[in-house]
């Protein structure tokens, strides 16, 4: 057996580029014993497979790595990333601080080797709050490093801009699905940060078992979870034919190189720019394929390789959105095919109390900025079907959001003016115009324009950009939009 490669995160983390991932001990994939489990851990360990991956709602994964940490004896020798994905709530520091020392005891560890946080809806801005008090834990020596997981390139980009020390983001990558090609690789190249891609195997997909047989149906793979999900992103790239004919050049190519087709499935992923490690899924004390991945390491794809492999490629439809686009929107890419397996509830703007010198026929709406206050205004206001938002700037309480970068501005900008129209009974799908106003029209109004063009795009507002002074030190860009509601 070779040795595992490994890589670093941030300045000092050492992890092994595969990551034992443990999903699959939260449910859905047949009952896992504990102590099974931790001796599959062990051995894994010693085989040089010493990083585990898992999260606060992974079953007892934190506990079972917690357990392993203290059978090695040695807190630094197994690499520990466990995530938090809070329900919407406040922010506050003593929430943070609560789920942190719950992981760290889960643990049996003094520092988290790597915290990465999840966060449900970008409409909810107090995922900034939660990100600007994890930081604060890390100088206080709680956890070593930070990172995301499943954040679009947008607000990976908003946080980069408040200072968050962002050492990697956790998304979905495979030949089915490189939507972290592009502007999320482009935008951790230039910030020093590292990619951990998950479902580079589908689910189990990707192997010799599957090779021209019938696509399955949702019935027979009802106990595993795994491959519900990952059926659900076959047939959004094209379906199970399509699917196949990749199947087959994968095959081709691992046949050539004397390995499996999933070796040569995880090894593509591996060869991305800025990725750092894959996450392989274990069913601990049931399924071991520890021989199998060492032989990722045994070859190379070469130029004819890759090419049979994009030949087969360019048959897929793209995975649509941005990373983890899958938990926020439709289509669902999850194993239940909704949210049911993940939420329990979801967050939803509040309007403020009615000022009784409103009309009784208007609604207003406020976001809660001292603009607000200061000049008697609302966020946005409703009358009718009509929906109308004022002038929006980055601003989130006292904060700048996006100091310096046009295009952070613009989309929390946006962020803010789609929560505004949610509160009011609306959708962002009901605007029929926006007016942008740019200080420096020369320098940022082609990145404002792109922001609002993905934002916008299959809406196709009425639309103006003109040049214009703020007020405020350090504002890029404001934005307002008009709103109608159909059918209302």
Known sequence: MGAIPTTTL????????????????????GDIDPQKAVDHMAS????????????????????????LIRRVGQESAVQASTKWCPEPAEMTPDVVRAAIDRARTRLASNTIDLLQFHWWDYLDPRYI?????LAKLREEGLIANLGLTNFDTAHLRILLSLGV????????YSLLDTRAGGEMTDLCSAHGIKLLCYGTVAGGFFSDQWLDKPEPTEDELADNWSRMKYLRF?????GWEVFQNLLRAVHSVALRHGVSTANVAVRWVLEQPSVAAVLVGTRLGLSDHTDDNERLFSFDLDADDLRVIEDARSQLQPIPGDCGDEYRRPPYLTAAGDLSDHQTRRWRPVLCERNPAEPVDRVGYGS??????IASYSRASRRGDAITVSGTTSTYGSLLVGAGDPKAQADFCLDKIEAAI?????RLTDVVRTRIYVPEIARDWEPIARVHGRRLAQINPANTLVGAQLVGEGYLVEIEADAVIVGA
């Open 234 to 238: 076959i047939r959004s790239a094209g």
């Open 368 to 373: 809660g900025t001292s603009w607000e206050s």
């Open 44 to 67: 894994l360990h010693r085989s040089g497979l010493t990083s585990f991956d898992m999260a606060d709602h992974y079953g007892p994964a934190e506990e079972l790595t917690g357990q």
């Open 10 to 29: 941030g300045d000092n983390l050492q992890i092994a580029r595969i990551v034992t991932g443990l999903w699959q001990v939260s449910g859905g994939h």
């Open 165 to 172: 020390p962002i050492v990697s983001n956790q998304v979905h």
């Open 129 to 133: 709050d939660a990100m600007l008090e």
């Open 422 to 426: 949610e509160a009011l009974g609306g």
